[in-house]
């Protein structure tokens, strides 16, 4: 199937107002310093009001979602009152986090957010903290998948794994752990070296046919998880990116290619850009989201 033909067979799938979502990078803050990190260093970001006028440009230009990335989002003092604002927008709302905050917003996420996307990274301590930077970190993983599994967490689950040099040996592992939650989707994304992953490509930095053969392999090992595979070709152009500063962004190779800026123009302008791939979106958008309730 070509490109040009994945649109029409994908927009069959999913209610599709325009282009599917946008990724927001909201902040750069974040409490933890992981190597493969492909955000941006710390930048100005917008205050609550000019988020606002953000979300109202993405529904005005027809998006139906909206993933809120960082850096960790939930260390913004506004996140539930901009989560709450993307709700009343009707906006579909992705909450990517790494989960350290979780607790403290549990009532706005249950609320407001439709998918909460969760990093895991290794199926034991060790290897999960180091990927992650921060001691604990795969403890409290294990306290929210408790939540997933007794329902107290009420949106629909994506759990995302970087697969690296590092980890490489221990993604089956993580199935493993997986296997028997509630989850709707586990998303496989090959390390990407850009941004400080750049500063660290040769640490993480894993072969194409590697990534390809562990894709496969855990596909056939776990036929019940729906598993998504991210790979470096998928990601080009394929991403609406908007920056902490209101500058929208499109990943290529190992940099960020600047299409606009959402505070000046109109979303459904900066969607005209050449180096969008906006077959390449909606296939990513549809294998990722359209799933149904848990398993």
């Not at 998948?145 to 994506?158: F, Q």
């Not at 499109?250 to 900066?270: D, H």
């Not at 979106?281 to 990722?288: E, G, I, S, Y």
């Amino acid at each position: 199937m070509t490109p040009d033909s994945l649109v029409g067979t994908v927009m069959t799938k999913v209610d599709v107002r325009g282009f599917p979502s946008a990724d927001w990078q909201i902040t750069t803050r974040c409490n933890m310093v992981c190597g493969f990190c492909f955000g941006s260093e710390r930048s100005a970001e917008l205050n609550t009001e000019q988020a606002k006028i953000v979300l109202d440009n993405l529904v005005q230009s027809g998006f139906k979602s909206i993933g809120f990335t960082g850096g960790e989002p939930l260390i913004r003092r506004d996140i539930d009152e901009l989560l709450k604002h993307a709700y009343l927008g009707n906006l579909e709302l992705v909450l990517s986090t790494n989960g350290t905050l979780l607790f403290e917003h549990l009532e706005p996420i249950n609320l407001y957010v439709d998918w909460l996307g969760l990093p895991l990274d290794g199926y034991n301590p060790n290897t999960n903290d180091s990927m992650r930077s921060l001691p604990g970190h795969f403890a409290k993983m294990m306290k929210i998948l408790d939540l997933i599994r007794d329902k107290t967490l009420l949106p629909k689950i994506k759990i995302g794994t970087v697969v690296s040099k590092l980890n490489v040996n221990h993604v089956e592992g993580i199935g493993s752990i997986l296997e028997d939650v509630p989850i709707q989707t586990w998303k496989l994304y090959q390390f990407t070296p850009l941004e400080r992953g750049r500063e660290n490509k040769e640490l993480f930095t894993l072969q194409d046919a590697v990534f390809e053969e562990i894709s496969n392999r855990v596909r056939e090992r776990f036929p019940k998880l729906h598993i998504v595979v991210s790979s470096i070709k998928d990601r080009e152009g394929s991403y609406f990116l908007i920056k902490p500063d209101g500058s929208v962004v499109t990943p290529y190779g190992e940099q960020y290619l600047t299409i606009g800026n959402i505070l000046r123009t109109s979303a459904k302008v900066i969607l005209l850009h050449p180096h969008i791939r906006q077959a390449f979106h909606f296939k990513n958008f549809v294998d990722t989201y359209s799933v149904g309730e848990r398993m």
